[in-house]
């Protein structure tokens, strides 16, 4: 029903900035609360940021406040992260994810859609 496709990953310093992109096909009239995750190895997907249909209301993990922005575009159908200061520690897998419940879109359960990830590298 809804296709999610990330973009803007890879490899950058850290003190350094990167620009994820998810683009979003199908029904994509739904005023989904879009979502960013991430997964490094042996570890469980963590909560990023997310944001409403109307971008209003947005929710940062602890970790990325003031670091990162989430924001949406829904005539064009994205929702981009902005990813900036990134530490080693900011080296994941990056996931995009669409929710179509009123949940406050925190964890991976609220989720009904998920892209394949994409993969972020921060060097030291």
């Known amino acids: 029903q809804v296709q999610l496709v990330e973009s803007g990953g890879g490899l950058v310093q850290a003190g350094g900035s990167l620009t994820l992109s998810c683009t979003t096909s199908?029904?994509?009239?739904?005023?989904?609360?879009m979502g960013w995750f991430r997964r490094t190895p042996g570890k469980e997907r963590e909560f990023v940021a997310r944001?409403?249909?109307?971008?209003?209301?947005?929710y940062y993990a602890e970790f990325v406040k003031g670091r990162f922005t989430i924001s949406r575009d829904n005539a064009k159908n994205t929702v981009t992260l902005q990813m900036n200061s990134l530490k080693p520690d900011d080296t994941a897998v990056y996931y995009c994810?669409?929710?179509?419940?009123?949940?406050?879109?925190?964890?991976?359960?609220?989720?009904?859609?998920w892209g394949q990830g994409i993969q972020v590298t921060v060097s030291s």
């Open positions: 199908g029904r994509t009239f739904g005023r989904y609360i």
């Open positions: 944001i409403n249909w109307s971008s209003i209301v947005t």
């Open positions: 994810a669409a929710a179509a419940s009123d949940a406050l879109g925190v964890v991976s359960e609220d989720y009904d859609y």
